[in-house]
């Protein structure tokens, strides 16, 4: 019989002299009891040790036996596959036996234990589990029901999926009205546990909880004073949850429900007020907002706002008291990663920007404390009224300044503080409302920003950027001059929070003031520079971006040989410094590319040594993924990262210095590693490649040609419009093909133009991604019109309809040109949606005289062809301005 098994007493006092070891703090111990384990592993009944600890050696201390159990956990994770039946018989055995452990620590690492062997697909091979673990509920003996219940929440939590799936016969039928039963029960802990196991199958929608959905909110309700905090806590987060997916069942109890959450929302438990909190961030997501909660505002707000104060546990964390450590060194562990952005090519808009609609720009959310406790009270308050401001604009601005008015004065800093965070909240939502209050509010703000403590300083460098867009809307001496004047003296502040804020404040700023900032170059430049010296690890990544936006601001402006003199030597500086390892290259990479891209010939002296390891990155990154496929067990996967950053510096760098990268190219197999770059399982390195071979098809089309019958079925073949970024970044460099290639483009015309035409007539495609599809399409036909005008018909209309709001340039130049040659070669594509045509020409602030003149024959080309009357028929249906404009600049 297997349960015979006994250990043998040599062999256990082995074990627990390495758990012991193992709880040493000393690395180089840590070490050796790592490689002692894994040798262990190579006994069959190793683990059988382990569970023994766990469950049977009762003389040992709990956080010995806690540790064989999470061991065995890991060994389970990793090998369970290759364990003997009899070794997983015993200790599934053991585990069902102990769950009622007298010792909450070893009930928790067997409840551990039993939901790992459960995800590994032993659901189905432990029929028995389930049943037993519902049986045990009943149990009189508390700890054995309480441990039956950690137990099955932590199932219900890993393996929700399964439970709820055919494979297993539909225990959930049995086991939700089961935990129903328990809301009532006598001990607090038990009933947490009942609402957290239900509680898993709420988003889902999972049926055995739709049927009882009735009875699971009157049992909530039953529960909302409960007075247990982890019970409250519960029964808000059941709330919000439902109000995602069961709407229709809490809209008949909604004012009571409002009313409860605002309780909740101020409890004496910071957890269940943070549960509580996001009732009205999921609240104002959905269409009812407006109409249930607007009788509430008056009541809701105050306590918003009330939650935006600090609480003392974050100034602690926060070192709240400290306000000079710019000496510190940081904590390596506090700097988060950071992701690279890859390239993506997009159109200039009437009214200024480049529009990217497929990505958030993230950097002005609320995170102007990100390091503490991630997700707080503080926050999720101030998220909360940042989207109520969004849905009632100034309907809130009502409830909010009178508020306001007490806090902004207020003579005790926390709550001023709270109160410069929520003029920031308010900022985009209540906009229009704020105005008449800005004049007064600015320069007050701004005299925040020399605040004696520390916190106040920093949150008023994000408020202030949340309002950038006034300040720059205004005459410069009046607004953007003190408060450029007073950043810059935050970006040198002896607080690295404060330095921090300010940093990404005033890159806000940069976005907003673009060619404003021309005037103030130099003093600019000074203060960056000086933080360079300055500044620790953390911040100086923040510093490479305002560098970086502030190239990308004020471009050419910024090429002249005194801004070069002082920009220049502290960036490659870093540059020499940092190894090809060192993830500190990315911000640095970024950076560079736009400054490359802003100086043009400025960037000149610096260029080679800054190609030549790009290059390097590049090919170093793709030989160690060759290694890595061949040889997994030599070495590692590269980060690509370093590789999309190259790519994307040699973009820059081929757009900056544009005929002058030549001789680079020539020099260098940049082609070659380009083309393998184009065909990376990872899409943003793809991604990256296609936006690198645009730029050098511009650059020096002398050395792409050669390759040209190579790249473009890789072309083709990524013009899959799941991948949006990959899909623009190759439709770009086709276009930019075109041109260069001239009638030479022919052969290549049947790889790509059915998808183009897909792409162009596919429901929600993002709008960067139709502008650049349509210019392509317009170029290739352009080149080659015999080839693409039979399908005029197929994509006329989302043609003009997608770049009628881009500003007049080059490419808007040459896809007009190709729409003009196509309708000359085939006149019947456009008849029927001839308005578009129209409407699109008239788009034109001013063409170029023969590009006018293309027009000017089209359009009376179809006003003869159909006749004065009816001409008079059609052009009436057109909207007055467009009538207005036709008339004075085509006479028709």
């Given at each position: 019989m297997e349960c015979q098994w006994k250990p043998d007493e040599q062999g256990l006092q082995q074990i627990l002299q390495l758990l012991k070891e193992s709880q040493s703090p000393d690395t180089s111990t840590q070490r050796s009891v790592q490689q002692k384990l894994e040798q262990l592993n190579q006994y069959p009944d190793f683990n059988n040790y382990l569970i023994f600890v766990l469950t049977k050696l009762k003389t040992e201390d709990e956080p010995t036996r806690s540790l064989s159990g999470l061991i065995l956990k890991n060994n389970v994770k990793a090998h369970y596959q290759n364990f003997p039946n009899g070794v997983s018989d015993f200790i599934k055995n053991e585990c069902l036996q102990n769950i009622g452990d007298s010792s909450p620590l070893i009930r928790a690492t067997v409840g551990i234990l039993i939901t790992t062997i459960a995800s590994k697909g032993e659901?189905?091979?432990?029929?028995?589990?389930?049943?037993?673990?519902?049986?045990?509920?009943?149990?009189?003996?508390?700890?054995?029901?309480?441990?039956?219940?950690?137990?099955?929440?932590?199932?219900?939590?890993?393996?929700?999926?399964?439970?709820?799936?055919?494979?297993?016969?539909?225990?959930?039928?049995?086991?939700?009205?089961?935990?129903?039963?328990?809301?009532?029960?006598?001990?607090?802990?038990?009933?947490?546990?009942?609402?957290?196991?239900?509680?898993?199958?709420?988003?889902?929608?999972?049926?055995?909880?739709?049927?009882?959905?009735?009875?699971?909110?009157?049992?909530?309700?039953?529960?909302?004073?409960?007075?247990?905090?982890?019970v409250r806590k519960n029964v808000c987060r059941a709330l919000v949850m439902l109000l995602e997916v069961r709407l229709d069942r809490l809209l008949p109890h909604m004012h009571n429900i409002i009313e409860y959450m605002l309780q909740r929302t101020q409890d004496q438990d910071e957890n269940v007020a943070l549960e509580a909190c996001e009732f009205w961030l999921t609240l104002a997501e959905q269409p009812v907002c407006k109409e249930v909660l607007c009788g509430h505002l008056s009541k809701l707000t105050p306590v918003l706002v009330n939650g935006m104060k600090y609480s003392e546990i974050d100034i602690i964390l926060l070192k709240g008291d400290v306000e000079e450590d710019e000496a510190i060194p940081d904590n390596e562990q506090d700097i988060r990663p950071r992701f690279h952005r890859s390239r993506t090519v997009a159109q200039q808009h009437e009214g200024g920007d480049s529009i990217e609609e497929d990505e958030d720009d993230d950097d002005d959310d609320l995170d102007d404390d990100e390091t503490i406790s991630d997700w707080n009270l503080r926050k999720c308050s101030a998220a909360a009224l940042d989207i109520l401001a969004n849905v009632f604009r100034d309907d809130l601005l009502l409830h909010t300044l009178p508020l306001l008015k007490e806090l902004l004065f207020h003579p005790e800093w926390l709550v001023k503080e709270s109160g410069i965070l929520v003029l920031g909240a308010i900022a985009e939502g209540c906009m229009q409302g704020m105005i008449p209050y800005l004049p007064e509010l600015i320069p007050h703000l701004v005299q925040c920003l020399s605040d004696k403590k520390a916190l106040v300083r920093s949150i008023t460098c994000w408020t202030l950027s949340r309002y950038a867009h006034w300040v720059v809307s205004q005459p410069p001496d009046t607004y953007l001059?003190?408060?450029?004047?007073?950043?810059?003296?935050?970006?040198?502040?002896?607080?690295?929070?404060?330095?921090?804020?300010?940093?990404?404040?005033?890159?806000?700023?940069?976005?907003?003031?673009?060619?404003?900032?021309?005037?103030?170059?130099?003093?600019?430049?000074?203060?960056?520079?000086?933080?360079?010296?300055?500044?620790?690890?953390?911040?100086?990544?923040?510093?490479?971006?305002?560098?970086?936006?502030?190239?990308?601001?004020?471009?050419?402006?910024?090429?002249?040989?005194?801004?070069?003199?002082?920009?220049?030597?502290?960036?490659?500086?870093?540059?020499?410094?940092?190894?090809?390892?060192?993830?500190?290259?990315?911000?640095?990479?970024?950076?560079?590319?736009?400054v490359a891209t802003a100086l043009q010939s400025g960037f000149l002296p610096y260029c080679e040594p800054v190609y030549q390891r790009c290059v390097n990155l590049v090919q170093k990154t793709l030989a160690q993924a060759v290694l890595h496929q061949t040889q997994p067990e030599f070495c590692e996967a590269p980060d690509k990262d370093f590789m999309i950053v190259a790519l994307d510096l040699l973009s820059g760098l081929a757009e900056g210095l544009g005929g002058n990268i030549e001789q680079l190219v020539a020099r260098s197999n940049i082609l070659t590693l380009m083309y393998q770059c184009m065909q990376d399982k990872m899409p943003e390195v793809r991604q990256s490649s296609f936006a690198l071979l645009g730029d050098l098809t511009k650059a020096c089309f002398q050395h792409v040609k050669p390759c040209i019958a190579n790249f473009m079925p890789v072309l083709g073949t990524n013009l899959n419009p799941e991948l949006i970024s990959v899909c623009n970044n190759a439709t770009w460099a086709i276009g930019e093909i075109s041109i260069q290639m001239g009638s030479e483009m022919q052969p290549y015309v049947p790889m790509v133009l059915q998808q183009l035409v897909e792409i162009i007539n596919r429901p929600n495609t993002p709008k960067t991604l139709l502008e650049n599809t349509a210019i392509t399409i317009g170029r290739l036909g352009y080149v080659c019109p015999q080839e693409v005008a039979p399908m005029l018909q197929q994509f006329i209309r989302p043609w003009c309809t997608s770049l009628r709001n881009i500003r007049d340039n080059e490419e808007k130049d040459s896809a007009f040109r190709g729409i003009c040659t196509m309708i000359t070669v085939n006149p019947g594509g456009v008849v029927q949606d001839f308005i578009f045509f129209c409407d699109a020409v008239a788009s034109w602030m001013n063409p170029k005289d023969d590009l006018r003149e293309m027009f000017y024959k089209i359009l009376h080309g179809f006003k003869n062809q159909v006749g004065d009357e009816n001409w008079k028929r059609f052009s009436d249906q057109f909207p007055l301005p467009l009538k207005e404009r036709l008339a004075a600049f085509y006479g028709v």
């Open positions: 659901l189905q091979n432990w029929p028995e589990l389930l049943p037993k673990l519902c049986l045990l509920l009943d149990s009189e003996d508390y700890n054995t029901c309480e441990g039956a219940f950690g137990a099955l929440q932590k199932i219900c939590e890993d393996s929700a999926e399964i439970l709820d799936s055919d494979m297993l016969d539909r225990p959930l039928n049995v086991m939700i009205p089961k935990f129903l039963q328990f809301f009532k029960h006598s001990s607090p802990k038990i009933r947490s546990h009942a609402i957290a196991c239900v509680n898993q199958f709420i988003i889902s929608r999972t049926q055995a909880l739709m049927l009882h959905i009735d009875p699971f909110i009157e049992n909530l309700f039953a529960l909302a004073a409960d007075e247990e905090p982890e001059k003190p408060l450029m004047t007073e950043l810059l003296k935050r970006i040198l502040d002896s607080n690295k929070r404060v330095q921090e804020a300010a940093c990404s404040a005033f890159a806000t700023l940069e976005e907003e003031a673009c060619t404003e900032l021309v005037p103030y170059l130099a003093y600019i430049l000074d203060t960056l520079v000086f933080a360079f010296s300055k500044y620790q690890h953390k911040n100086l990544l923040i510093l490479y971006d305002a560098i970086g936006t502030l190239a990308d601001s004020v471009g050419h402006h910024l090429n002249k040989p005194e801004y070069i003199q002082m920009l220049m030597p502290p960036l490659i500086q870093k540059w020499n410094q940092l190894k090809d390892e060192d993830k500190d290259l990315f911000p640095l990479l970024e950076c560079l590319s736009s």
